[in-house]
């Protein structure tokens, strides 16, 4: 019989980044600068990303695709990548962990995304997710000599273990009740075999909604975020926040509207009261923390509660408004942890919020950037933050939610107090001291193109919002 080889084009853009992560790990023993391990791993990034257009089809009979949908997701996990490295170099320099392997684990994870958003079998997306994790886990811990680096490592290994067992017990649920764990063949039984009302299905979307909210940090099953976020380096600690959520997000818009779509309003009775925690938690605990690092973590977690309404909604433009969001809050959340790595030195961490005090009057244009982010975070206009919130809000409006929005619009207007707190410190307060900055070429350019970003999208929107549209129509 015939050996019969797989399309190798949807999946070259892993094929790509596999072997630039591994050439980058074998790497070091020649390069001695590991500023141009880091430059190596920006172009290898850039060639995975050109490509991403000619990758679209179906591989390994179905548990591989690459359409609009993943291809949306794998620019936002390379776009992540980039601005994560170019901001990483002088930050490593500075606590002397400057290591190769460094380089190589952002690749591995982001390889792990990938593998993720184009998963169409479940088995697949679970190799995606541990390959991400274990790298993330390593990565939180990296600053080996610190305490707090090694706890925010332990408490993720540990919780990320029990989000994996969790998924793979509702994958054995689901392969039981439907002999299979590809998703399309899933829904296809699922819909002939009139299982809308079974329990045991119900139960597996409980487990899947539960393993795919701890990687997005939703509520209650946020408790690793704001200690990893605390503890791990900076720069990764912005990987974490926009590359593990975004993944999140890939792998459940996917699972729950390709093979749970035939049962949307029962597994969107799941997540509503998921998204109303989320929000309440993230928002209203915000409100006490002085550390900055915790503060963007909670207010991660209450985005990722923002997001959650898209899928909720369940249709194309719910969707579509939870791809724009994603993108968006990628660059606003990267350009605000740009600011707080310019302020780490040797001798000063610039993590917590009073270190912001008098910043206007010390290094106007650090606090005019760190203003627009807060700005977009807070959702004022004409910040993308804002675009963002109003597509999302109006998308599950239109999905018959309104009720809904306006919890999260309350909820938006208090998290307007922990955003504004940053900007009033530094306009509105006398410095304590003078601050210097540790800034370096690559920060530079980093905080260029998110500060471009969030204004560029949030003038001209339409745009990003109909990639975003063309991504959705996948499903």
Do not use: C
Request: glycine content about 8%; overall charge neutral; hydrophobic content about 55%.
């Amino acid at each position: 019989m015939p050996l019969i080889m797989p399309d190798l084009k949807p999946v070259m853009p892993e094929i790509v980044m596999t072997v630039i992560a591994i050439g980058m790990l074998l790497a070091e023993l020649v390069i001695k600068r590991k500023e141009t391990i880091g430059f190596l791993t920006i172009i290898g990034a850039g060639i995975a990303a050109f490509t991403l257009a000619g990758s679209m089809g179906t591989t390994f009979g179905g548990m591989y695709v690459s359409d609009g949908y993943s291809t949306f997701f794998k620019l936002i996990f390379l776009v992540n990548l980039i601005l994560t490295i170019l901001m990483s170099s002088r930050y490593l320099e500075t606590l002397k962990i400057n290591f190769g392997e460094y380089y190589s684990l952002i690749l591995f994870a982001t390889l792990g995304m990938m593998l993720m958003a184009s998963a169409a079998d479940i088995i697949v997306l679970y190799l995606g997710l541990e390959l991400m994790a274990l790298s993330t886990y390593i990565l939180a811990g990296f600053i080996r000599y610190d305490i707090k680096s090694n706890e925010a490592a332990m408490k993720y290994l540990l919780l990320g273990a029990f989000a994996s067992a969790i998924l793979l017990y509702g994958t054995s649920m689901i392969y039981g009740l439907t002999g299979t764990t590809n998703l399309r063949d899933i829904a296809v039984y699922i819909a002939k075999a009139e299982l809308a009302s079974n329990p045991v299905l119900m139960l597996s979307m409980i487990f899947f909604a539960v393993a795919f909210s701890f990687k997005i940090a939703a509520v209650p099953f946020h408790m690793w975020a704001p200690d990893a976020y605390e503890g791990a380096p900076t720069p990764i600690t912005a990987f974490m926040s926009v590359g593990p959520k975004a993944a999140g997000f890939a792998v459940l818009g996917r699972v729950f509207l390709t093979a749970f779509g035939s049962v949307r309003m029962d597994w969107a009775a799941i997540f509503i009261p998921i998204a109303i925690l989320t929000m309440a938690v993230g928002n209203i605990v915000a409100l006490s923390q002085t550390n900055i690092k915790r503060m963007l973590a909670y207010s991660s977690i209450a985005h990722a509660g923002y997001m959650l309404l898209g899928v909720i909604a369940g249709t194309p433009d719910g969707l579509a408004s939870m791809l724009n969001y994603m993108f968006i809050y990628a660059f606003m959340n990267i350009g605000a942890f740009a600011i707080i790595i310019m302020l780490r030195t040797e001798t000063f961490k610039g993590e917590d919020i009073a270190d912001y005090q008098g910043l206007s009057k010390t290094h106007p244009m650090a606090a005019a950037l760190m203003l627009i982010f807060m700005f977009s975070l807070t959702g004022i206009p004409p910040m993308a933050g804002f675009m963002g919130k109003f597509y999302l809000f109006m998308s599950a409006i239109n999905a018959g939610y309104t009720w809904l929005v306006i919890v999260a619009v309350l909820f938006s207007a208090i998290s307007a107090y922990f955003y504004l707190r940053i900007v009033m410190l530094m306009y509105m307060k006398e410095p304590k001291e003078t601050v210097q900055l540790n800034s370096s070429p690559g920060v530079a350019l980093a905080l260029v193109v998110t500060v471009g970003a969030v204004l560029f999208i949030g003038i001209l929107p339409s745009k990003f919002l109909l990639f975003a549209r063309l991504a959705a129509s996948a499903f």
